[in-house]
């Protein structure tokens, strides 16, 4: 997609920005993403999967962080980069009106450290299943949000403990209290 985005802004002059999102996460989120299946899975006393034996380093970004910086990029435009230099091209440069913007936090957690927080605030222990890297995984990726702070002044705030803790408020009032009343509590 950025590949064509860069080819059409080339060929026809058409303004193009891409969005690259880091391990997006908060209330609403998908159930089959780590903090969901972990906390729904704690939450249950079910075991949970722990690929490179939880080492892994994620870039957790909280939906309210990819909002903001969503709403700010629509205000600006991609321009040209004066400073484009094709024998040392950047990936979020270009000498055509385009640009790609990662959106993370730039602070990669450890999976066991996220699974820590969740337990915290569940009040309640993990059963870990600690497996080997997958094949075709990395152990560790974030963002450099450098060009996103540079275009709009923002980089992503809310800070991982407090959007866990938002998710599980969120999680046990649209999940836990449904199950008590299905089990008549």
């Keep these: 997609n950025e590949l064509m985005a860069h080819t059409y802004s080339s060929l026809y002059g058409i303004k193009t920005t891409g969005l690259r999102f ?58 040209v980069d004066a400073t ?24 990669p957690i450890r999976l066991n450290e996220f699974v820590a927080l969740i337990e915290r605030r ?15 995984d990395v152990p560790e990726s974030f963002a450099d949000v450098s060009s996103l702070f540079e275009t709009i002044g923002y980089r992503p705030q809310t800070t991982i403990e407090a959007g866990v803790n938002a998710f599980i408020d969120w999680y046990e009032s649209h999940y836990l209290m449904k199950e008590e009343i299905q089990d008549g509590a």
């Excluded at 391990?23 to 969901?36: H, N, T």
């Design 22 to 79: 880091f391990s997006v996460y908060g209330p609403w989120g998908r159930p089959d993403m780590a903090l969901f299946k972990f906390t729904e899975a704690i939450a249950k006393g079910e075991p949970i999967d722990l690929y490179n034996y939880g080492e892994m380093g994620r870039d957790f970004t909280y939906v309210d962080d990819i909002i903001e910086s969503i709403y700010r990029l629509f205000q600006t435009e991609p321009e």
């Design 84 to 107: 484009f230099d094709a024998s040392n091209p950047l990936p979020d440069r270009s000498n055509v009106p385009y640009r790609v913007y990662n959106i993370g936090s730039h602070s």
């Design 122 to 136: 569940l009040g309640k222990t993990a059963i870990k299943n600690g497996m080997p890297l997958q094949p075709g």
